[in-house]
């Protein structure tokens, strides 16, 4: 049984750190949200390795449960700074984000060479372990704080969650109950949850990895911010005359068929800003931008493969907006339930 468990957390470590090289250096999209969600996990990873070494080999050097700690000390931070950036669209760091890790590393790496582990235990577990943990835990208090949102919608209107709004639930109670697992172990003295840590973030980071990769789960492209939440909505008189604009705007100008369009060229053209116009696509059609933007792609590619039989399929997605074959043929089956091809199958038999 120590076996599986061992190998089980251990593959959940390797794969972290596979996912944190993958976030930093080979991700396309080097936003600060992918940098803040890699600096988590590496922390996680970190800390999560320290605690499967050390409930194993008791006797590991020290250093290694200095560095767990010391990693562990970033993971709270970092976790509401991600839902902060992610769900309020932010894009640059700022400068008290910056300063606030920047004087956690300082803080810790003097402590640490001043007052090694490895020579002062007693010292980090009397008081830089606690400090730590009392940090971790402010962090979550402010990460449930940014997230309330989520949870009050679904609990109040009962309204299904969109996309980010999963992908920020899946972030926020995997970290919960990691932590909730290490604060019952601190605080309980009991090696049950010590290891019960390392298993959930195991399995955490498969949710994490599997929901990242595939957009069919979690469309993370598609991002309408949880400030809409925060607020006043729209008047409903406005709102319709803003999409009747739009509609006018995507019907005879087809800035859809941009490849590249972003939802701030959007909405410099209907003269609003950019949160706005989120803000009324979420309220009055219940979708995101990028959502928005693919069924209108997706209906015009409809329209063309039911009249023309010699256009190519892979042209057609071209046509439409969509930047590669793949994408247009994966985001016409979310939207569809079929194929391009199948569906032109089915417009050829009707109309012949």
């Not at 195991?202 to 991002?223: C, I, M, P, Q, V």
Request: glycine fraction near 6%; include cysteine.
């Amino acid at each position: 049984m120590n076996s599986l468990i061992f190998f089980f957390s251990a593959l959940g470590v390797f794969n972290g750190f596979l996912l944190v090289a993958y976030l930093l250096f080979f991700s396309k999209n080097k936003s600060l949200s992918n940098n803040l969600l890699g600096g988590l996990v590496l922390a996680l990873s970190l800390r999560i390795g320290k605690s499967i070494i050390l409930y194993f080999d008791p006797d590991v050097h020290k250093l290694v449960l200095q560095i767990g700690l010391s990693a562990c000390l970033f993971i709270g931070p970092l976790l509401f700074f991600y839902i902060k950036a992610v769900s309020l669209n932010i894009t640059t760091i700022p400068k008290l984000w910056t300063l606030s890790l920047g004087l956690l590393l300082l803080a810790i790496l003097v402590v640490g060479f001043i007052r090694p582990y490895h020579h002062y235990p007693v010292f980090w577990n009397a008081y830089v372990v606690h400090t730590i943990y009392l940090i971790w835990f402010l962090s979550i208090i402010a990460a449930s704080i940014s997230i309330s949102p989520v949870f009050k919608k679904t609990l109040r209107d009962r309204t299904k969650l969109n996309s980010l709004e999963k992908w920020l639930s899946v972030i926020y109670l995997g970290n919960v109950i990691i932590a909730g697992a290490f604060f019952m172990a601190i605080f309980g003295s009991s090696m049950a949850y010590y290891i019960t840590g390392p298993l959930v973030f195991s399995f955490f980071l498969y949710l994490l990895a599997f929901g990242y990769f595939n957009n069919r789960w979690f469309d993370l492209e598609d991002k309408p911010t949880l400030e809409k939440y925060r607020n006043k909505k729209i008047e409903p008189t406005e709102a319709q005359k803003l999409l009747i604009q739009l509609d006018e705007l995507m019907s005879e100008h087809k800035l859809y068929t941009n490849p590249h369009l972003k939802l701030k060229d959007v909405a410099d053209r209907l003269s609003i800003p950019s949160h706005q116009l989120s803000q009324l696509l979420n309220d009055n059609l219940g979708k995101g931008y990028k959502t928005y933007i693919n069924e209108l792609r997706i209906s015009a590619a409809c329209e063309m493969l039911g009249v023309n039989e010699l256009l190519s399929l892979e042209g057609i997605g071209y046509d439409v907006g969509f930047r590669s074959k793949s994408t247009f043929f994966t985001t016409f089956k979310k939207v569809k339930e079929c194929t391009p091809a199948q569906f032109r199958d089915k417009s050829l038999i009707k109309t012949s």
